[in-house]
């Protein structure tokens, strides 16, 4: 019995020209170009996309939830770098 | 770890949950949540695997080939929905061909509905109507479960579900316009499959070991008899409208509520169904085990083809 794995994919979809591809889930392949092949076949049934993107999931280096405080938290202290912070004079239509 | 800091953890955990923030993978959760999640969503991903198998039985005697591609299309889809569900599995630490074999040696269950037979082309009507619609009362508020991966592996499936169950109420209709004859043969298709359909709820909520923990994690939203009551609800006038008899001598509309009363589910049978010895358990078991062996080559092939590919790629650069 042949016990090794196929690795796991993440795919990304570009549902139309002008917007980027977005992740939509995962699937098991042998390689790339067989993981392209699958996640059109799961992924794209519907005419949801026009290009797919595949990466080993392997090879995906993600931030640590458990630092989610200290690394995104400053910036909520930070509400200066918001357009609705500052005051603008009656009369200005547009800025 | 501590015991005071796992109880942090814990509550950590279950005030996100209360306040509708969402579970992710690498976040903490406790075991029993995690188990739970494990144990119900690859109970869902073999539900739609097996699930294809009583429809496969009619794919080459559709009657034209319109309803040949549909069914085709419908089959397809379950396929897609199993793997959605196998990949949310395997986010939370599960292998997932453990969770294929733990489904062909008996220890998983799947739901108990597939183990009926499709006997006549109406059964590919009303099982469309009946348990696909069933299925998308249940998956419904699941797209809101606390689980992001299992959340959105719902919110696809949802989507993706609505056809089948007008396909298969479109199929039942027909033949209830037609002769004699096709009526008589929904409305025995009706009858053999409506006490199943109700039985896909599972027990009666004061029979129910997993619903109050489900609820408090907010993996489940409404309550077993909650939604088996908005599915008869639904489905009643549906029946009228084309002419077909629910076959429940108790079911009746009831003013006071505004829902309708029903009878009293053969719980000996959804019992004797879930432990296996339901009319097709084993045969479906068997043809699960059988795919999978049959299908070895074909894996086999592949890996032998990404290999020879890598090494050729190697070579060139």
């Given amino acids: 019995m042949n016990k090794k794995e196929w690795p796991l994919w993440e795919v990304f979809i570009r549902s139309k020209q002008g917007l980027s591809h977005k992740h939509v889930g995962s699937l098991r392949a042998p390689d790339a170009e067989m993981a392209v092949n699958n996640a059109r076949d799961v992924y ?34 930070k509400a200066y770098r918001h357009p609705t912070f500052y005051e603008v004079p009656e009369g200005i239509k547009h800025m | 770890m501590e015991k005071n800091k796992i109880d942090a953890l814990n509550k950590a955990f279950q005030d996100k949950i209360d306040n509708e923030i969402k579970i992710e993978p690498k976040d903490y959760m406790p075991d029993a949540y995690r188990k739970t999640l494990i144990r119900q969503i690859s109970q869902h991903a073999h539900s739609e695997i097996v699930g294809q198998l009583p429809e496969a039985n009619w794919v080459t005697r559709a009657p034209n080939l319109r309803r040949k591609a549909v069914l085709l299309a419908k089959i397809q889809d379950e396929a897609g929905h199993g793997l959605y569900l196998y990949s949310a599995v395997e986010t939370l630490g599960a292998d997932r061909e453990q969770t294929i074999d733990d489904l062909h040696e008996g220890i998983a269950k799947y739901s108990s509905i597939f183990n009926y037979p499709t006997l006549t082309w109406a059964d590919m009507g009303t099982v469309g109507w009946l348990v696909d619609g069933a ?37 039942v ?59 008869v609800d639904a489905t009643v006038p549906q029946a009228e409208l084309i002419g077909l008899t629910i076959p429940d001598k108790d079911l009746k509309f009831n003013e006071e509520t505004g829902h309708y009363d029903f009878g009293e589910i053969d719980w000996d049978e959804f019992w004797q169904v879930v432990k296996g010895y339901g009319p097709c358990n084993e045969e479906r078991v068997a043809a699960r085990k059988k795919a999978k062996e049959d299908g070895l080559w074909v894996r086999e092939a592949a890996n032998a083809y990404a290999e020879k590919r890598a090494a050729r790629n190697k070579k060139a650069s």
């Fill in chain 1, 44 to 77: 794209t049934r519907r005419s949801e996309g026009i290009s797919i993107w595949v990466v080993e999931s392997a090879n995906v280096v993600a931030s640590d939830p458990s630092e989610a405080g200290p690394l995104y938290e400053p910036a909520n202290s």
């Fill in chain 2, 135 to 171: 299925a998308i009362m249940n998956q419904v508020p699941l797209c809101r479960c606390s689980y992001g991966p299992y959340a959105r592996a719902m919110v696809r499936v949802c989507k993706e579900e609505s056809f089948h169950q007008r396909q298969g109420f479109e199929v």
């Fill in chain 2, 173 to 231: 209709t027909q033949l209830a316009k037609g002769t004699p004859e096709q009526k008589a043969m929904a409305q025995d298709s009706l009858n053999r499959w409506w006490w199943p359909a109700l039985m896909m709820f599972g027990p009666n909520d004061a029979d129910s070991t997993h619903t109050a923990q489900s609820m408090e994690w907010k993996i489940k939203r409404h309550t077993n008899d909650e939604l088996r009551q908005m599915f």
